[in-house]
């Protein structure tokens, strides 16, 4: 038997290599059916044979679930044929519509069209009625496969679409077939999301404000102007608007003491833990599902239930270990979860935090100096953040805020513990 710390650095070698296997896959321009595949994964077998057969397989199977899904994901794209014609089809809007001016953009499925594919993104010059989330449309369409330009600083539309599962990019036609069948057809959960916006709205005279509620609390980012994302990317705090760890984490935390105080109200003295941490992972869960479950907070949840089961087994758990176990999860779950950003800088993140949470930072053992020093272990969090992220976010967006150790320092522990 391997001694642990081996065993760890196998799990993690292994979950890496898958990863890579998906990243090269990711640079490869040849067509998904050309002949080169067919001579890389030939040398590949025969590489299987030699005492490196471990390392290939799994970079082997990272490719091959990238590649299966992303011809699966171009497959289900417009047929050529229907581009540029009008088309009329029933269509249920999926997710929280933007509005620019006086155009709105919307997330659209496609109810059941021989010519169609499923999922569509669209936009609508001055619509006759309030577009809404679960609204049943039916809409004289102009349709095209995801397309577009790729400027330094700008988005790889074609690739979000993909990672999107995007199947088709277009506008709705202005006319009188454009017809509000029914409205607020939604699951449990998307309904609850709907009513919470409407209260948030209703709630909040600020615009602002409302907006930053509502993306922190349901994941709902569309009445964030395109003024906020500007501030938030000068500043390095784009990613506060992001339900990941910090969010689910103050989730669970308060949700299990404030379980913990009821308990001890009730008077119950045992089984306080189990009760309290499976408290805060069910709260967890639910405010992730909440939230849209987004990869960064799919990988938050899952690794708040591999920490939660190890408590209460009373084990010792490896955070690396961890961590490379809930990637795979999820990029095996969705390998083209693997191309968004949001996926690269959460995973990320915690690894640099899992290095920093290893690193010993020596304080002053006088206790009046305790609250400096905890400043400065959260200056040099922040600064180990933006130097271990820094190459990643200058590749994904091509900017890099200097502001962002500074203003991060004051904005985490106040948008933490007071916003959320």
Sequence with gaps: ???????????????????????AAQLISFPPRSGVFIVVFSSAAVLLLTRARRDVLCAGVGALAFLWAMTGALDER???????????????????????????????????????????????????ATVRMGDVWRLELRLR?????????????????????????GYVANGRHNVLLNAGVLGPVDRLRLDL??????????????????????????????????RFAATGTTHLMAISGLHVGLAATSASLAGLCLLGLLGVRRRLLPIAVGLGLAVALAYAMLSGFAVPARRASLMLAVAVVAVLRRREIDGFRVLAIVALVVVL????????????????????LLVVARHRVSGPPRAWLAPLFGTRRLAFVQLALFFGLLPLTALLFDRVSLAAPLVNLLAVPAFGFVTV
Excluded: K, Y
Excluded at 78 to 84: A, D, T
């Design 197 to 230: 916006d409407q209260r948030i709205e209703r709630a909040i005279d600020d615009r602002e404000a409302a907006a930053v509620i509502a993306a922190i609390g349901i994941g709902a980012r569309h009445r964030l102007s395109a003024e906020q994302w500007q």
């Design 1 to 23: 038997m391997l001694p642990a710390d081996s065993v760890t650095i196998v799990v993690i070698r292994a979950c890496a290599l898958v990863l890579a296997g998906m990243l």
């Design 145 to 169: 496969r995801p397309r577009g330009s790729l400027n330094p600083g700008g988005r790889d539309v074609a690739a979000r679409a993909l990672e999107r599962r995007v199947h088709a990019t």
């Design 78 to 128: 417009l047929e050529p044929g229907v581009e540029g014609d009008s088309v009329l089809a029933e269509v249920r809007v999926s997710e929280f519509p933007t509005t620019h001016g006086r155009v709105v953009r919307f997330a659209a499925v496609v109810d059941r069209h021989p010519r169609l594919p499923e999922r569509l993104e669209l936009s609508w010059f001055e619509p006759p």
């Design 333 to 352: 779950w969705n390998p083209l979860a693997s191309m968004s950003a949001g996926f690269r800088l959460s995973f990320a993140a915690v690894g640099v």
